[in-house]
Structure formats: structure tokens, C-alpha cells
């Protein structure tokens, strides 16, 4: 169906998103920071990013940024605690293309991948 990477400094958090993306027919790839999100980036080019916003060393916009740098076709969903509008805004005008916030509702979710795999069809 195509390929994803996760982006969590919590690895307990990539394990229940790999295993429903997984679930659902996605090739899933993850990474525990932003420099190794930005490797497999450059590695392979996924049809979507969930990267979380908050991590040690590396900020998600700031990896964001990379990300846009590196493919600006692909689709990143910010994955976030933190339920700041100014910030979410913020990651709008870095190209993120959605912001959900955690626990993840995997519903919602599930309507975020058909529609990110629709735009990325046409």
C-alpha cells in the first residue's frame, strides 16, 4: 500500500504504531531520533513521515525542515503531547501536512493514511 516511517524517541510508541500500520498492508520503517530519521530519508523514500515533535538533540521541525530539504513530495504528519496551536501552525509553514496529537487515535489516524495516499496518487 506504501511505505511509512515512524519517528518516536519512544520506542514503546513506534511498536503499536508499527504493529497497526503493519496491520493494515503499510511497509513501515522506524527510527528513534532525528538524524537517523533523516538517514533513512535519504535511504529510501517513504510515502509518509509520523515524526514526532519533541526529542532529544534534534527538535521535530528541525527534522522536518530536513525532510522538506531532502523530498519536499513527501507527506509528514506532526505526532505530538504538546497541543500547541502556534506551534502546529509553525510546522504548517515547514510543509508538515497534518498535526495529531498523542495518545493516537488510530481511527483518525486511519482517515489521515487514506487521504495521504490518495494526494500522493494524483
Do not use: W
Not at 28 to 50: M, N, Q, W
Not at 107 to 112: D, Q, Y
Amino acid at each position: 500500500m506504501g511505505v511509512i516511517l515512524v519517528v518516536d524517541d519512544e520506542i514503546e510508541a513506534c511498536k503499536v504504531l508499527d504493529e497497526f500500520l503493519s496491520s493494515e498492508g503499510y511497509e513501515v520503517h522506524t527510527a528513534y531520533d532525528g538524524p537517523s530519521a533523516i538517514g533513512k530519508i535519504k535511504e529510501f523514500r517513504p510515502h509518509l513521515v509520523l515524526l514526532d515533535m519533541i526529542m532529544p538533540g534534534m527538535h521535530g521541525a528541525e527534522v522536518l525542515k530536513e525532510i522538506k530539504n531532502i523530498d519536499p513530495m513527501v507527506k509528514v504528519v506532526m505526532v505530538t503531547v504538546v497541543t500547541d496551536e502556534e506551534q502546529a501552525c509553525e510546522t504548517f509553514e515547514f510543509g508538515a501536512y497534518d498535526y495529531i496529537t498523542k495518545p493516537v487515535d488510530l481511527s483518525h489516524l486511519e482517515t489521515i493514511l487514506l487521504a495521504t495516499m490518495v494526494d500522493s496518487s494524483s
